[in-house]
Every structure is written in C-alpha cells, then in structure tokens.
Nanobody, 126 residues
Framework: QLQLVESGGGLVQPGGSLRLSCAAS????????IGWFRQAPGKEREGVSC????????NYSVTVKGRFTISRDNAKNTVYLQMNSLKSEDTAVYYC???????????????????WGQGTQVTVSS
C-alpha cells in the first residue's frame, strides 16, 4: 500500500492561511498524481485539489478555486496545499492520496485500494 502522511493542519481564524504537507513513505511520489481530499463531520469525503506527476495542470474544486494552491516538490517527495482566505466551511480533516489522471488533468478519484491515513485537522473559527 502507498502510504502518505499529512501534516500542517491547525486552528486558524477566518481569512487566515495554512499550508498542508503530504509526504510519501517508502516510495517516490513523482510516480503519481496526488490529490487532496477533505471530510467534514457528517459529510462525505470530497476532492479539493490535485496535481499531475509533473506539477502541471492543477485541478481545483469550485469551492476552493482562487483560494487554494497545490504544488509539489518531487525532490522532497512532498505535495503541498496552500490555503488562503480560509472560511468556516473549510473546516474538515484533510487527506492526500494518489489519484487517477484523465486525458487533460488529474481527477478527484483515488486509486483503487487507497490507504487513507489519519489526515490533518483544519479548523477555521474565530
């Protein structure tokens, strides 16, 4: 199983920023497109953003486009999610996972048998 470890979450006020990190353990991340997902209490897990193996053609959900930026540093085996202008509705546990790649860009579809780690909690509250 491909195991990824998320970090960087925390408590932030509305309008604030956080940067999440997704680090690979035991394999090289540059072999996969990587996506960020989130799950709020009582809701299903949803795709937030994803990035191709090369880092080009990032994909964003409509709820975060213009506020979040995904990037990757393959030399550090890490994918990042910069979150700006945070809103209370961004509160969730955030996960990263390898995702499928479509013809034009990555998709918010995790690979089969994806191992979901513990994620990192993001709480946006005043």
């Amino acid at each position: 199983q491909l195991q990824l470890v998320e970090s960087g979450g925390g408590l932030v006020q509305p309008g604030g920023s956080l940067r999440l990190s997704c680090a690979a353990s035991g394999f090289t991340l540059d072999s996969y497109a990587i996506g960020w997902f989130r799950q709020a209490p009582g809701k299903e897990r949803e795709g937030v953003s994803c990035v191709s193996r090369s880092g080009s053609n990032p994909n964003y959900s409509v709820t975060v486009k213009g506020r979040f930026t995904i990037s990757r540093d393959n030399a550090k085996n890490t994918v990042y999610l910069q979150m700006n202008s945070l809103k209370s509705e961004d509160t969730a546990v955030y996960y990263c996972a390898p995702v499928l790649t479509g013809t034009a860009m990555c998709a918010f579809v995790p690979l089969p048998n994806t191992y979901w780690g513990q994620g990192t909690q993001v709480t946006v509250s005043s």
